[in-house]
Nanobody, 113 residues
Framework: QVQLVESGGGLVQAGGSLSLSCAAS????????LAWYRRTPGKQRELVAL???????YYADSAKGRFTISRDNDKNTVSLQMSSLKPEDTGVYYC???????WGQGTQVTVSS
């Protein structure tokens, strides 16, 4: 059974930084891409960043240069380091396996102006 549990959200001022972490259990973790998504107020869930098993990464334009995704296949974790945060980054952040039903419960990130 695959479980994904996010942690690390919170309240931060604009320009600040936050680090999110996702702990995964289940054997399929290591052979699948892992991604961070977010649901911001009034919008659908959107892809923020993705890390493939071999290490390549993808970032949404809104995340490029500010966010860094990393995964540790030995520890079954995927992290998202966010810096230069903006109020529009406010939302619920989820880790998950793309194109699957495997998602965490989400963690709230609030960026105040």
């Amino acid at each position: 059974q695959v479980q994904l549990v996010e942690s690390g959200g919170g309240l931060v001022q604009a320009g600040g930084s936050l680090s999110l972490s996702c702990a995964a259990s289940g054997s399929i973790f290591r052979i699948n891409p892992l991604a961070w998504y977010r649901r911001t107020p009034g919008k659908q869930r959107e892809l923020v960043a993705l890390a493939n098993p071999a290490g390549s990464t993808y970032y949404a334009d809104s995340a490029k240069g500010r966010f860094t995704i990393s995964r540790d296949n030995d520890k079954n974790t995927v992290s998202l380091q966010m810096s230069s945060l903006k109020p529009e980054d406010t939302g619920v952040y989820y880790c998950g396996i793309p194109n699957s039903d495997y998602w965490g419960q989400g963690t709230q990130v609030t960026v105040s102006s």
